[in-house]
């Protein structure tokens, strides 16, 4: 549950460092409103796009399971945000208790344990995902959204210690965005012709003991100038 508590944490920090204190009433310190749901079903649309659906286009490719991973993660930034934001406005509790919810979803046990969810093809996998964009339209509750989370999470070839390195990854990676000029419109996100994930990714295995403080440096190193 160590690992669940430390993103949570991380993922708290993060909103409350973007959007000021109290984002969890639905606005930003700006007065931007807030739909974490919005954003969870753009960023699903986004990975279903890493595989290749389309009947008229690049026919015999193969899906980007590595950005597939990518996406799944930057989902559960949002998942975790959503969950966050319920349990403190029906004051369920704090972080731990959050984390140990999380913690007794069958669907986490499954993931935790390694369990895989076989697919005879590529499209079962996008039903997955559109299964868990449809529970996003219905409303549905949290531990749902959670479960479904970790189903498609499964797919996507991802660990428990997978998700945990991307997650830490990626949320260095947004702060270093934040303070670069993210909000602001001046942010490059293209580094000598690839995407900063995929620096990122490189980094991360490059050294995958590196330090949130390391990580931060050596995206400063290869930002360009």
Not at 3 to 20: C, R, S, V, W, Y
Not at 154 to 163: E, F, Y
């Amino acid at each position: 549950m160590k690992k669940l508590i430390t993103m949570l944490t991380l993922q708290q920090q993060l909103n409350d460092a973007t959007n000021g204190e109290g984002w969890e009433d639905g606005l930003t310190q700006n007065g931007k409103k807030i739909d974490w749901r919005r954003c969870i079903y753009l960023e699903a649309a986004e990975l279903i796009e890493s595989y290749p659906w389309k009947h008229w286009k690049n026919i015999d490719a193969q899906p980007d399971y590595e950005n597939i991973k990518i996406e799944a993660v930057d989902i559960w930034h949002f998942v975790m945000s959503e969950a966050l934001r319920l349990y403190r406005i029906g004051q369920k509790g704090d972080i731990e208790a959050l984390a140990l919810e999380i913690s007794k979803e069958p669907a986490y046990t499954a993931f935790k344990a390694g369990d895989k969810h076989n697919s005879e093809n590529y499209y079962q996998e996008i039903e997955t995902v559109e299964d868990f964009v449809r529970s996003l339209f219905c409303d549905a509750a949290i531990e749902t959204l959670i479960g479904k989370f970790f189903a498609v999470a499964a797919l996507s070839g991802l660990t428990l210690g997978s998700l945990y390195q991307l997650y830490i990854g990626k949320n260095i990676l947004n702060s270093f965005r934040q303070e670069h000029g993210y909000k602001e419109g001046s942010y490059v996100k293209i580094w000598e012709g690839r995407e900063d994930n995929v620096i990122l990714q490189e980094i991360l295995e490059s050294d995958a003991d590196i330090t949130p403080e390391a990580l931060y440096r050596a995206l400063e190193e290869a930002y360009p100038a």
